[in-house]
């Protein structure tokens, strides 16, 4: 018979009008967020030893990083991702050995400004001495590694750039 | 003299029923269809050149955003691809769990087909019933792998990560609920005598010409050419499941679209399957590879079933950590080749019933 299909087209459509509804009313309330979900990240410092593994691992080139040789260490002063180029697939966070860089459930990176996107993860001077090199000479006495502690700071400023470069240049190579 | 005279009518690129950005220049002859001239690259990336300057797990993430609705299959071609390529052995729970979120994933462009098509045809509730399991499917997607469309999820010699607790659960629910839902897209879309009278008989297809076309998936086997890759040639561990091959008969429009339900259910099969199967398998999801993939130099061709058709992907190694040359065969740009002489004859508003049951991705057209 025809027309026995719209009917049934419509007792289902009858049946779903009594069903629950399933949307949220979105900025009021909102769906839970997986524990794997990929949003903005977090950079956890004191575990980063800025070895720019993550920025290598990047397909689209969207981490750059910047470090100073203070001491014995590299000190991270600079750590920015071009979020708006991002890919959100997850390499960066797993190719990082020390377990610093993390995702978070936040979705929302909107911006009102083109430049306010990028998201600046760590932005800071590198200190002139370094940190916790004095407690660490209390260990190691004999080694007279510290010694000309004030040429190095001459030292620092200048392998800066050339580090920043060799960086760009890493960079450069993926393009 | 009075005569008729032929004009040329702009069919997209902004129009909803392209499913993207996608333009036919159509020829009509009052409202008759004379000429199409699709013209495709509005979406175009050029992703098979971003690969060759990306290591090869670099180009994961790409493979992702061609067939943006069923991306766990594209990634399973290009790594299967590589994995060929270099003589990886994956781990047997990684297979299975390409196979489960692969098939999840097929699911998820099936039901997606299935109600576009349904709103391409002038059927509205169908197409928001669709969107709710969709739902359903792509936030257990998302609880896997962290990304609800461009998952990103297979590696080069295994998968991300492993299933979190109680996820295989949720599945086995949820495809425990699969047929009954399945029975409601039948009632409202299939058996809508409206939506058979718009789509039987259009459009229709002979297996030599699909054949000759090199159509494949729903398309080819809507026509009742028996060709599945899963079946025909068992990449990864097909072998394993037990499943059928839906076949059409008329090649029409319906067919092709009643392929797809079909093979939902069979999808559904496979997932409760693999769900049984890999809760005795266990193990680590990776493989050892080493961190910089190099690959021995030389060339592969893999191909796998995806939602669409037949997906391949040929790298050219040439021993450096970047493949040489990447090039995939997308179904859906293939699946188009036969889009003009599908739609001479039919009237203006066939063009989309036909457009939409060959179900193309415009990520993956223009690539
Ligand atoms: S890979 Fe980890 S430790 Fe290395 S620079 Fe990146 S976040 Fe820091
Ligand atoms: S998620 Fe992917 S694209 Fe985004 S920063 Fe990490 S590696 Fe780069």
Do not use: I
């Given at each position: 018979m025809f027309g026995k299909g719209l009917v049934k087209g419509l007792q289902i459509t009858w049946k779903e009008f009594w069903a629950p509804k399933l949307t949220v009313q979105y900025p009021e309330k909102q769906h839970t967020v997986p524990e794997r979900f990929h949003g903005k990240f977090v950079l956890d410092v004191d575990k980063c030893i800025a070895c720019g593994l993550c920025a290598n691992a990047c397909p689209n080139r969207v981490i750059s990083l910047n470090k100073q040789k203070v001491g014995k260490k590299q000190y991270l002063t600079d750590y920015q991702m071009n979020i708006q180029y991002c890919l959100f697939c997850g390499l960066c966070v797993e190719s990082c050995n020390k377990d610093a860089l993390h995702f978070t459930k936040d979705f929302n990176m909107n911006q009102y400004f083109y430049k306010n996107i990028p998201l600046v993860l760590v932005r800071r001077e590198a200190p002139a001495e370094p940190l916790e090199e004095p407690a660490m000479g209390g260990e190691d006495q004999p080694k007279p590694k510290l010694k000309p502690q004030a040429p190095k700071e001459e030292k620092v400023a200048k392998p800066a750039a050339p580090a920043a470069e060799s960086e760009a240049a890493a960079g450069k190579e993926g393009q | 003299m009075l005569r008729t005279q032929e004009y040329v009518l702009n069919f997209?690129?902004?129009?909803?029923?392209?499913?993207?950005v996608f333009q036919i220049l159509l020829t009509l002859d009052g409202e008759r269809i004379v000429k199409a001239e699709p013209i495709c690259g509005y979406l175009h990336r050029g992703i098979e050149k971003l690969a060759e300057a990306r290591t090869y797990t670099q180009v994961i993430p790409y493979t992702d955003r061609m067939d943006y609705l069923a991306a766990m299959l594209q990634n399973v071609g290009y790594v299967q691809a590589v994995e060929k390529l270099m003589g990886i052995e994956v781990p047997e729970r990684a297979e299975y769990l390409r196979v489960i979120s692969g098939e999840l994933s097929r699911l998820t462009s099936h039901v997606l087909a299935t109600g576009v098509y349904a709103l391409d045809v002038g059927g509205f509730t169908g197409f928001l019933l669709c969107f709710r399991e969709r739902e359903k499917m792509m936030d257990l997607l998302e609880e896997l792998t962290g990304s609800r469309m461009t998952l990103s999820y297979a590696r080069i010699g295994g998968v991300a990560d492993d299933v979190t607790e109680g996820w295989l659960d949720k599945l086995n629910k949820l495809m425990d609920e699969m047929p009954g839902y399945i029975e409601e897209y039948n009632g409202l879309i299939t058996g809508n005598e409206i939506f058979q009278a718009r789509t039987k008989f259009v459009g229709q297809l002979t297996p030599e010409t699909c054949i000759n076309y090199s159509l494949s998936g729903p398309v080819l086997r809507a026509s009742g050419v028996n060709y599945d890759l899963r079946k025909a040639m068992p990449y990864g561990i097909y072998d394993r499941f037990d499943f059928e091959v839906p076949l059409g008969t008329n090649g029409d429009c319906f067919d092709r679209f009643y392929c797809r339900v079909l093979e939902m259910e069979q999808s559904v099969r496979i997932i409760k399957q693999a769900i049984e199967q890999i809760k005795e398998v266990d193990g680590p999801v990776m493989a050892k590879v080493p961190k910089v993939l190099k690959p021995p130099k030389g060339e592969v061709y893999h191909e796998i079933e995806s939602s669409k058709g037949i997906i391949g992907y040929y790298i050219v190694s040439d021993g450096t950590n970047k493949p040489y040359r990447l090039h995939v065969r997308r179904p859906s740009f293939i699946n188009l080749g036969y889009l003009d002489e599908m739609l001479r004859g039919y009237l203006i508003a066939d063009v989309v019933a036909i457009l939409g049951s060959i179900d193309i991705v415009l990520g993956e057209v223009d690539c």
């Open positions: - | 997209g690129p902004q129009h909803p029923s392209t499913h993207g």
